[in-house]
């Protein structure tokens, strides 16, 4: 009963101080849109949401939490989890390390020591993990993608056309790296299937209620907060969790584990989701980036959650999750 | 009651497992011995040691625990807690940032965009935060680093003469580094004399249950396992284990936060510390070292360990630590 | 009189060293046989042709000189002076800088201050240059290129069919180094056309004696040597002597310029062609390759040819120039 | 008769052109002092000198060329020369490459590959040639420096005091390389002494015309253009100009190499000297320098005269070179 009234009053801080993070940064006006295709540099970069959810199913929303739009790299993550569980780590590890870079997430650069992507989070790993997809043709391996996320966010996912046409035009970088992991034997040969799959991943609609739940799940050893359903299994939500802690805010991904330290993968279209191990998951969208592709009000966010309810990976006292 | 007896369990099987694991390996002999100074090539290959110490002070040891070797570059986190809690964040990030690096340890390598060291955990970055150890001359600032390696140890620290002076001649690389930092406005001229400390710093003996001791120390926030005297401030101690977990084994930090998982340190004297948070310490001694500069052995028994008892930080299931 | 008789014993005894060199060389086997394509590690290693042709026309041959092998990057060399005088310097240099380069002559890496290839003679750099080819379809531009080649050769250049087979398709570095041009506005979306044309380019079917013929005519001022036409213009061979003698051999082109000081362009065919400004082409073939990708028993030749002669751009003395 | 009237009228023509340049450039004012060290922004930015010298000792001088400067880089082409004749060519080359980089001429990065210096033109490898200068102490190889100079400039070299007292208290990044070099086995551990000496070498005063009389002595194979001294061997001086022609003019050499292609060396002092071989040195000074810190003013006069005169290594025709 003491239990119950301590979820509440955790509860109901926990919103209070959203609002007044969402409040002071509301203004905040710095950074920029993706601009690499004009459907990014199109949205409207006021846009702001915070959204939360525990691995118990509550919920905390501020802003713009209706307001979709495309996952991008955070698809990253997902894809990465179902490449493991599918073919086991031993094949993932072929095909993508574990390393942090201190380049940019674009960059062609493989480990070449080991001849595979440096990690699953930057695109040259993400194409690679694209490519493990099975199936027969685009349709049965766009479905299996499909479905994957479908099982994240209990209903069928929307793609944007739009932004998805314009990747596959504007997608030549990408089309660079595959041609460069085929040419390393990392991925197979099916590289323009294999590009139109990491698109459409990528053009894939969200909101930031959306990610809050996927963090949640992810967050809770692969269980879904609201379905109950096992969306990946726990083995395979750890490693989401470290390469998330190490790799997922691309070149900040050091200076994020330092200041914020929660496993948290950023897309370029704004959006940004942590995951608080046996606690939640917390998402904001906000599309104005700073130079390393990553939410500027995101991160703000972030570090003022994290320092007030402890919620850094190595904090002595963490009390909201021992309420939880 | 049924917990004490909980507590007992968990350590006798702790220590049946160190035994075994102990066993196993001991004959693994893959890897060489640091050359780059005579003295380091002529310690036994096959001394081993298996050391853990629990927050609460319980402790296991296996092997030749009675060892000394020099600690290396298992220093630079203690001077790294030296640095913050002396100066702040805000100093130290100024001589040396949190980014992980995919360069070796003695790369000269710096961040030129921030005009600082990658990281604490190499070379350059660990002279820049040796630099900071205030005081008018040498035995002043030796003085300071001999206490707080005593306020760990709980003895006065012996240093390795031998090393020390082989360190100090051979290390022009380190000296190369040293005048970088210098031109770059990282450090301030008293060059030779930061070198001097630095290479006392590494020249300094203990033993695995020594690493074990500081280890838990780390884990307990800052709290000394026997003496119960808080050696660094718990905030101090979250980011020693963050940038232990980041850039705590060289270049192979990043696979290690993926199989391991557990915040760490290593140095070419052939130690490993690592940290379990509101658990303990756990330190392997074998000086057979891999071409990162890790020990061999070391990471074989982290690597059971940590399978073992289910020490990943975001492993789902820990139970050794719900019966610490 | 006694000028052609000169000429007369220059000749001879020019023949009478290339026979010795051919003669001592003919045992050396070192180095190894392109193999990234199944053809080109199917040829004859043995084979060893010296050819020589001045710009007067006269010639000498030594060994397999009516063997054919692909000319593989020999042919940037002449593409380079196509699109020179094709579209000028200025077009030129915004698709290709003329800056030596450390890395291999497949890296990918751009020159990315100036948004260009480094220079011509590194893959990126030729296939940019390529993609100057101007002309409808891919049947419109292969005939600009065989047309080219056919004012250096006197015949309609032959293509070694199986070896532009095999080129496509294991062409993928460079299917990603076009994408990576196309995607940095280096070059037109006609990527796969002209990755066509690259490969054609590169599977000519080429002798020793039409390479020195082709030597001949670029130090000839692009007068051709037997059919007296200018082949290119002036001022354009003089940036292709100096492209060959900067960038030709790869990153062995330093050292190169130092010890025998011919512009010069070598191809993984086994193929070496050199220019000796005023005087006259010299040519080897021999298919045992250095890890540079350099013919090993060409270098040699070369070598010897530049000592004896005094044939380095900076020598002192020239008599055989003199006496051309 | 005719032969001597076409000197004199060729001799007028160079004269005239020089006289044209130096009026055109004269307002130019882009570019910025060298500012590592006070000394260095404090000279005038306005000076500026065109000196020509022939090997037959004519010459013609406009502008500021009685203005004394620092030496700087162009010092160490001669320390080269000097390096080489001391000791030949294999063991310079075991200290120094000749390959060009594309990094700036301060920078720490060896030849890692053959454990030297990339070449002698960057500060690595002029670092490693000075080390090879032999004495027992400073003052003998100070004296052994200064006597190269001495048959260079016709006088004893005067040393600016100011310039050098600060090149060593500035000096760290040199010294960092020294200690670098000392680590890799490339220099003897008389750091600091070799240091001096470069130091000293690089703050040797200079006009326009001693670096005029310089490149015609280089230029007329060692042979000195006013007192008939062989300065150094002819083979010895082949190499300074291939190395001046491929690295001399940091990593904009290979731009130089095509636009100009004379063989050159520059200092941030803000003089360049050019080689013509078999026909004279030109020298120009003006101290603004560009982002390669190579002088602005002096890359446009010779540009100029490149193109004026043909004298690049690689034109058709020279008409100044045949009249000579």
């Known amino acids: 009963m003491a239990e119950i009234h301590d979820h509440q009053r955790a509860a109901e801080w926990f919103k209070h101080v959203c609002r ?18 004009p459907e990014l540099a199109r949205v409207d970069p006021d846009h702001f949401a915070i959204a939360a959810m525990t691995v118990a199913g509550r919920s905390a929303n501020e802003g713009d939490c209706d307001q979709t739009f495309t996952i991008q790299s955070i698809s990253k993550l997902l894809m990465y989890g179902l490449a493991l569980e599918t073919h086991g780590r031993d094949e993932v590890l072929k095909r993508a390390g574990v390393a942090p870079t201190g380049d940019p997430f674009n960059s062609i650069k493989l480990d070449e020591a080991h001849r595979r992507a440096p990690n699953p ?41 739009a932004v998805l046409a314009s990747e596959t035009v504007a997608g030549n970088r990408n089309r660079a790296i595959g041609y460069l ?36 799940a992810i967050a809770n050893h692969g269980v879904h907060p609201m379905t109950g359903q096992q969306v990946v299994a726990p083995q395979v939500s750890r490693d989401m969790l470290t390469v998330a802690l190490t790799c997922g805010m691309y070149d900040y991904a050091g200076e994020w584990a330092y ?26 969208y906000s599309p104005r980036l700073d130079a390393h592709g990553n939410s500027v009000r995101g991160i703000r966010v972030f570090e003022e959650l994290s320092e007030e309810f402890d919620l850094h990976v190595f904090d002595a ?8």
């Open 121 to 161: 989070m930057v695109n040259s790993g993400a194409i690679a993990i694209a490519s493990m997809v099975e199936g027969d043709d685009l349709a049965a391996r766009r479905e299996v993608v499909l479905a994957l996320f479908e099982r994240y966010l209990g209903r069928r996912p929307e793609v944007d056309e």
């Open 317 to 324: 006292d963490r009390p909201w999750r021992r309420n939880t």
């Open 181 to 216: 992991l085929l040419n390393e034997g990392i991925i197979t040969d099916r590289v323009e299937e294999t590009l139109d799959l990491y698109f459409m991943q990528c053009s894939i609609l969200v909101t930031a209620v959306d990610l809050a739940v996927i963090g949640a």
């Open 259 to 284: 200041t914020v330290g929660i496993p948290a993968k950023s897309g370029v279209g704004g959006g940004i989701v942590g995951m608080i191990p046996d606690v939640g998951g917390i998402a904001v």
């Open 20 to 37: 007044d993070v969402h409040g002071r940064l509301d203004g905040l006006d710095e950074g920029a849109l993706a601009s690499y295709i």
